[in-house]
Nanobody
């Protein structure tokens, strides 16, 4: 079992920045692919970014490329999502997720591939 706890959400004006954190506990963090997803009211949960357990591979949804950066610190069992140039359409609950893998460079963008989820943190971007 892996427990995930997100933090860092809040209210920010358009153009501003936030840094989300997701702290993991329970098992060896470094063997997990990590992902960030978001869900706006009345919509499905969508992929945002993912990072391999080695940290060498990352992948983003097109709408956040160049604005968001995913990173991880395996020593701290934490994954981050740095969000810059925020837009009102980025408003959503952001969830981190973990999937166990034997492969160092695997990244995953489908919700069904992930085994563990955090409780989410609200990000609201005002115009």
């Amino acid at each position: 079992q892996v427990q995930l706890v997100e933090s860092g959400g809040g209210l920010v004006q358009a153009g501003g920045s936030l840094r989300l954190s997701c702290a993991a506990s329970g098992r060896t963090f470094s063997s997990y692919v990590m992902g960030w997803f978001r869900q706006a009211p009345g919509k499905e949960r969508y992929f945002v970014a993912t990072i391999s357990w080695s940290g060498d591979s990352t992948y983003y949804v097109d709408s956040v490329k160049g604005r968001f950066t995913i990173s991880r610190d395996n020593a701290k069992s934490t994954v981050y999502l740095q969000m810059n140039s925020l837009k009102p359409e980025d408003t959503a609950v952001y969830y981190c997720a973990a999937a166990e893998t034997r492969f160092a460079k695997v990244v995953l963008e489908t919700t069904g591939n992930y085994d563990y989820w955090g409780q989410g943190t609200q990000v609201t971007v005002s115009s």
